[in-house]
Structure formats: C-alpha cells, structure tokens
C-alpha cells in the first residue's frame, strides 16, 4: 500500500507521519489491527471487497489413521531412505572434487525424500478416501477428490518399459526412488582404456605434439626473423623468399647429438619425444631399416613403457572402483524392487470407485492404467478416444461429470484450470457436492483455488469440505503452511468462523512454533532441560526420558537435521559433531519435512513433544496477555448491552463516527447447568472414571475453590468448568488435577460450595475484597464489564494507542481487537477492546481530538 497515498491513511493532518510510521504501528498491532484497517476502509468507502458467502459449507478435518500393512510399509521405507543417505554419503567421498554435483544430488535427495513420503500420505489415505466416496454416493450426493500432482511421468515411461500387459498397477513412490537412484547415484567416470599397440605411438604423438618448436614431421624449425614487406614486394616474393631461408637455416642446424657432425644431415632421425638429432648408425644398435613414421630414441621408449605400464595399473585401478560402485548401485536398484509400496494413488481410487467409467478424470496426464475386464492383470491405456483430442479430454470428462453420467470427479491442479464443478443450477447434476482433500496443495492462494472448483455462484447447494490427514505427524506440515495463509484470508477463516478451528489448529509455522522448535531442539541436544515431559516418558523414571533423547537425536541425524560429522578441506573427519546449525534451529517448515522420514512411532513421539511445548509458550503467552489471535470472539453466557452506546469522535471527512459501547457479560456457570453437562456425558457413555466435582486442595484466602472436571477428546486431557468464569480454554492433564484437586463424593457438598463460589464472584474478584485493582480487576470475576470503542477506529488509532500506553499493566498496553455478540438482540460488534482502568484516559484524549477537530 506504500504508493496509496490518497488514501489519507497517513501523512499531513494524520496520526502518522509517513507510510513507514503506519506500517510499524500495523505491525505492532498484529492481525487484528489488521483487519480493522480493512473494516476501516470499507466503512470510509476506499476499499470494496467482495467474495462469494460459505453460507452452508461444512468444513470437516478426517483423520485417515495407518493400517497396520500400510505402517509395515512406511516404517521399511524410512528405513531404508536412512541408508540410503549413508550410502550416497559414502559414495560421494569417493568423488573428492565434485563439491558442486555434491550440493546438487543432496537437493535432489531432499526433493524426493519429500515428494516419496508425501506420495506414501496419499497412498496412506486412499481407503478413508474410497469409504467416503462410497458413503457420500449412498446419500445421493457426488464426490470431488482434490489433489495436486498425479506423478505420472515416470509411470507411464516404466509402463513402456514393461510393455503394456502388467500383473497389477505400478507403485508411484518405487517409480520416483527408482529415478532418483538411477539417475543421481554418485558413479566415478568411467575410465577409458588404452588403445592397445597403437599406444606407444599415440602416447609419442601427444607428447611430440606438446613439445615447443619440434614439427610433426620431427624436423627442428628455427623461427626466421620476420621483416616488414618493403612497398615494391609483392606478398607471393616474401612469403617464398621467407621460405627459402627458412629451409637454409634448417639445413645449418641439423648435427649428430652422438658424434657432432653435420655431414649427411638429411638421413638424421630426430626423436619424437625428446626432438634429439642423430646418425643412425651411430646407434647401438645401428637402425639399418628405414624409419618412415615417428621413431623415439631407447631412453625415451624406456620411459614411455614405464609410463604405459603404470598407467594400465591405475586405469584398472579405476575401473575396478567403478564396476563395484555400479554393483553397489544395480544391488540398491534391486533393493527398490522388491520393497512392499503401495499402488499409484490415483489409480487405485479410480479402480476402486468403479474404473474410468464410473469416475471423471481432470488431470494432466495422457494415459492410464485400467484393470481389465476378467479382473486380472491391468492395461495401459491413452485416456482421450478418436472422438476427443488429448486437448479437450478434461473438458469432456467435466461434461459428463455436469450432466451427471459420472458421479465422480478427481481433479489434479494442472487438469483443473478454469474448470467449474459446483452443483450448479444450470447443470443436470445439481447433487450436493462432497469435496475431498487428498492431498492439500503448498500455499493457501492454491488451496481456494482448489476449494474454489465446487463452490461458485449460482448453485443449488454448498459443498461438503472433508480434509484428509493421517496420523503422522510430519503431515501437519503441509497444513500447516496453508493454514498460516488462511488465517487471513476473511472470508473462509475470521469472517466465518466455521473453518478456523479446522485448519488453525495446524498453524506451527509462527513465531510460537519457532521459539518451541528452538526449546525441543536444544533439550535434544541436552543444551538445556526439557520443559515438558517427552510423550511416553514419566517424570518418575528420568532413564525413559534419556532414552527417549538417545532415539530422538539418532532420528534427528538419520534426517540429516543433527549435522553428525565434521567437514575438513571438504573431507569427512568421522568425528562426531552433533550440531544443529542456526538457519535449521528456527527452520519448522524444514523440521516437519524431513520429520515426514522417520518411521511412524518416533515421527509421532517428537511430533507430540513439539506441539507440547508450543501449547506451553502459547499458553504462557495467553496468560500474560501477549498473545496476538487477531479478532477475539469474547463469549459469556449472558452478554446484555448497557445503556445507550456514546458517540466520542466524529470524523470531519466521512462524517462516521466512533463509538464508545459498554457490555455486561456473566461467564458464571449455575450447578443446574454444571450438573446437566456431566449427566449428559454419562447419558452419551463418554464419561470416564475421573470426571466429577472437585475442590482446590490448597485454600485461597480462607476458601476452596470448586470445578468440574471431564475427560475431553484428546485422552488423559481434562476438560475444567468453574462457577466463576464457565469453561476453560486450557485443558488439564489428568496427573495435574489430582495434583491440584481432589474429587468429592458428596453432591451436597458440591452443590453448596458451587453455588457460594458463583455467588461471591458476581461481587469481587478472585483476589477478595482488598485487591489493589479493586473494581478494574476481571480475575476470576463472574460479571464484567467490557468496553469496545467501535465505529471508525483509524482517525483516533494513535490516541488510543498514547493513552493505552500510559498504563501500569503489560497487558493492558497491547491494541487488542475483539468481536462481542449480544445474547438477547445478537447485536454484533466489532472494535478496540478498552480495559477499564483505561477509559477515562481513552475519553479524555478523544475529547481534546474532538476539540482540534471542531
């Protein structure tokens, strides 16, 4: 926006000076400032932003759990992708020069490694994938399976290969190992050996060649002096007249190197290698034969023999290490065959789900693999027919799938371009359209693309969004960097709040989740303590935590994220280093790529250590009021406005106003409401044997406090209710409630201590009647009051900004943008949130603008 400067956001008659003052203070404000800067603007009239409602789209994440055949599988092959590592590495050392291939083949092994575990998530996902589908066609529904690439070149050359009758489909992720050894195992070049006889002379040959001022035809050449052709010479008399000499000056020259005489100079033999000069029957023996090629004088053959023979032994030498080296590959490349992997993913679902009759294809492959009639063995077939072109094969498949003669869709991005799938009204097929993610693509912008093909305007009905994860952990990486963009992206996240918690929940890669990469990582590395207990470890038994450190730091190094050796002028030392370097100790997107490697139960052990310490800092955050979630929804059980809202500033320009609204909000919890929540979860049979009433072992100023606990979705997680303030939004581990609380067995005393707590805290915080704050204090206080300054908010962002600024607390300090929804009326608002010990600051400073601005 830095060249918007029209726009009155900033410069003259403006809170901020220039575009890089707005920017610092947007910064500091975070995503909520953010989007009120967008609310802002609409209000003004600068900025329209239109998008299509999710008005009855349902958002579901489905986790497609590994079956035990499927866990086989991925386990052989993070194991085998470890040894493969150590096996290029070794290999490469062999290859002493090459640092630039080097860097080059382990970019490409990090490349595969990722592409080969992401393929081995979609295969992990196919039966969840199928159930659905079969599911969603039972409710007289459709079905949309969405993902991104199909991997198809590589199988449809070994379809090639194996000619076009195969026993069952080809294996995607063996197909793209395959490739990647093949074409990328580090092989030393491949020695070329001596031509035999010839050699000798083809030796003397290059080494006569190399010799300075000795000619092919073995005559020594003196270089003639060169003069300038006087005017009256033609260039035909120099250039003979040159030669001339030149042929003199050889004759000069020519002497025995043996006896030192010049006579019969024209029958000397010059050697080709030394270029040395003499008489053959100077000789011993004398060369009686005529010499008509190269000839070479004894000490100089001698030497040539020495060389040959040496260089025989290292050309074998050579040839040797390649022939192991390319023994070792053909032994790796047979290893690769005869590893258990799953089928091609799309081809298994489209076999699955009835064959190409059944299913719409739109992708960008040109051919596919169909089971035959008799049910065995498969055929490779082109997927156009004479009547379509191989251009306009998506388009038909599209048409068939709208006129609904097939029921199935499955889009990949490169075949879906410009293809609208929703169930619209125009279109024979108006069936609800259930949309599956297989595979969610790199970037948000591409996930709404995706999103986009089933839920367009003009349709009979919304589409059903079922997101596939499986339990590794190391998937919630491809999540993850989608849900970091749709968090911003209004409409499907804030502005409807129904796909937030779906795919937040997968948002690691923030500054919360580099800080907790950096505390896993150096606890690991025994750099620091741990902050957590490690999933299956117990405080108890400080040899299960070494253990598991032990395991987690080998895995750490057979992903390459523990740099294990030492490097010396390019060389490996062997000595053990076991150092993160810096760029990898904050690098999540890094961690949960290659974390994708690792067998399942280790992959899912660190992966529950570093969401543990995330939820930990995130807490901590909350706690002390730092944490930046944008727009908060603040929720209570009764939200009543209070009085009529004041109007404190009015913008001379627009002539919008801001608006000062005071709420009400009772969070409290009655026992009536207390006890119907835990006989229902009775009533459900979800309950477990600790759910119940309990109370604070420990007395707070002379008095027990009350909750009610119950065991939430994730096992051995506590949900907490209390009197005061209703349900928590941090769950209790169980060992910390029986740590903290005790359960009561009597109702009675339950009840009447519930229903003191509920009634003190309507009048005092939880701090008693003497807290320093006295009124401003909300801690564990059952009714409050709010106050939100809604309206236009930007003309007055810096006075509020100043006055916040001066108060005592740090968390009162911080810009904070909250949504608050009456219960009566479900008047919505959306504006600053002012603590109370602020307002009279807040109001006295809008006064003295309003004063200017009159």
């Known amino acids: 926006m830095g060249y918007m400067v029209r726009l009155g956001l900033w410069g003259a008659g403006t809170f901020f000076l220039d575009f890089r003052d707005f920017l610092v203070a947007l910064e500091k404000g975070g995503v909520g400032a953010l989007e009120l800067v967008a609310m802002d603007m609409k209000a003004r009239g600068m900025y329209v932003c239109r998008t299509l409602s999710y008005k009855g789209v349902e958002f579901e ?4 759990p590994l079956e035990a055949e499927m866990m086989d599988m991925y386990k052989k092959a993070a194991e085998f992708w470890a040894e493969l590592r150590v096996e290029l590495l070794s290999a490469s050392a062999f290859l002493s020069n090459e640092k630039p291939s080097s860097s080059q083949l382990w970019r490409l092994y990090w490349a595969s490694h990722q592409r080969f575990f992401r393929h081995m998530c979609m295969s992990a996902k196919v039966p969840a994938t199928v159930r659905l589908a079969k599911q969603a066609l039972m409710e007289d529904k459709c079905v949309v399976v969405g993902l991104q690439s199909t991997g198809e070149a590589r199988t449809e050359e070994a379809v090639t290969k194996y000619g076009l009758e195969l026993d069952d489909f080809i294996s995607g992720p063996r197909e793209l190992l395959l490739k990647f050894v093949e074409e990328n195992y580090p092989l030393p070049e491949k020695p070329e050996p001596l031509p035999g006889e010839e050699s000798v002379k083809e030796l003397q040959r290059k080494r006569h060649s190399a010799t300075p001022g000795v000619s092919m035809k073995g005559r020594v050449r003196k270089v003639a002096k060169w003069k300038p052709a006087s005017d009256g010479e033609s260039e035909e008399e120099s250039e003979t007249d040159s030669a001339h000499e030149s042929t003199e000056s050889d004759d000069d020259f020519r002497i025995c190197e043996i006896c030192n005489d010049d006579e019969e100079s024209k029958t000397l033999l010059q050697c080709s290698c030394c270029g040395q000069l003499v008489h053959p029957a100077c000789l011993v023996p004398p060369v009686i034969d005529l010499v008509t090629g190269d000839w070479s004088c004894h000490s100089c053959k001698e030497k040539t023999d020495e060389y040959l023979q040496a260089r025989h032994a290292y050309i074998a030498d050579l040839l040797k290490r390649y022939e192991a080296a390319l023994e070792r590959k053909t032994k790796i490349l047979e290893i690769v065959r005869s590893l258990d992997l799953p089928n091609n993913p799309l081809d298994d679902i489209i076999d699955q789900l009835g064959g190409p009759d059944k299913v719409a294809e739109m992708t960008g492959r040109r051919g596919m693999l169909v089971r035959a009639s008799n049910g065995k063995g498969v055929t490779y077939q082109a997927r156009n027919t004479k009547e379509v072109t191989m251009e306009m094969v998506n388009m038909h498949e599209k048409q068939l799938f709208m006129d609904g003669k097939k029921l199935v869709a499955i889009i990949s991005e490169a075949g ?9 009204r125009r279109a024979a097929n108006q069936k609800r359209r259930v949309h599956l993610t297989l595979e969610l693509p790199w970037s948000a912008d591409r996930a709404i693309q995706q999103f986009g093909r089933t839920h367009r305007s003009n349709q009979a009905s919304a589409p059903e969004y079922r997101l596939l994860f499986t339990n590794l952990g190391g998937e919630r990486r491809f999540a993850s960097i989608v849900a970091k963009r749709l968090e911003s992206l209004g409409a499907l996240t804030q502005g409807d709040r129904r796909a937030g918690p779906t795919l937040s929940a997968y948002n690691y890669d923030s500054a919360y989740g580099k800080k907790a990469l950096m505390v896993m990582y150096k606890g690991i590395m025994e750099q620091d303590s ?3 207990v490690p999933p299956g470890c117990s405080s ?3 040899e299960t935590t070494q253990d598991f450190i032990t395991k987690a730091k080998a895995a750490l190094v057979s992903v390459g994220i523990v740099r294990d050796t030492v490097l010396v002028n390019g060389k490996d030392s062997g000595k053990l ?9 904050h690098d999540v997107g890094r961690f949960l790529n290659r974390l994708l490697g690792l067998p399942p139960d280790i992959q899912n052990r660190l992966f529950e250590l570093f969401v543990g310490i995330l939820d930990l800092l995130i807490q901590n955050a909350r706690i002390e009021g730092n944490l930046d979630s944008g727009i908060v929804d603040m929720k209570a059980n009764v939200i009543e406005l209070q009085g009529t809202p004041k109007t404190v500033h009015v913008d001379q320009m627009s002539g919008a106003s801001t608006v000062l609204f005071t709420f009400t909000l009772d969070r409290g919890i009655t026992w009536e409401s207390a006890s119907t929540i835990l006989d229902e979860k009775r009533k459900d049979g979800l309950s477990s044997a600790n759910d119940g009433f309990y ?4 007395e707070w100023l002379g008095r ?3 909750t009610l606990a119950f065991e939430s979705s994730a096992s051995g997680m506590f949900k907490i209710v209390r009197p005061a303030v209703g349900e928590s939004l941090r769950e209790m581990p169980l060992a910390e409630l029986k740590n903290k609380y005790r359960k009561i067995s009597s109702l009675e005393k339950a ?7 509920f009634e003190v805290s309507s009048k005092q915080c939880m701090h008693g009647p003497n807290c320093k704050q006295g009124n401003f204090c909300t801690v564990g206080r059952r009714i409050q009051e709010v106050n939100v300054l809604g309206g236009l908010i930007f003309p007055v962002w810096g006075t509020i900004e100043k006055a916040l600024s001066k108060q005592a607390r740090q968390s009162h300090k911080r810009l904070r943008v909250v949504r608050i929804e009456t219960t009566r009326d479900n008047q919505r608002i959306v504006g600053l949130l002012v603590p109370n010990a602020a307002v009279e600051s807040v109001l006295q400073d809008l006064a003295w603008v309003q004063d200017i601005d009159d």
Do not use: Y
């Open 61 to 64: 994440v489905v986790e497609a």
């Open 416 to 424: 879906s371009a410009g293809v609208s799938l929703q169930a619209d």
């Open 530 to 532: 741990l902050p957590v």
């Open 540 to 542: 108890e038994k400080p």
């Open 577 to 585: 280093s076991g150092r993160i370097i810096d760029s990898d100790m």
């Open 695 to 698: 109370e604070s072992k420990r």
């Open 704 to 706: 027990r406090h009350f």
């Open 751 to 757: 009840r009447s201590g519930w229903e003191d707590e």
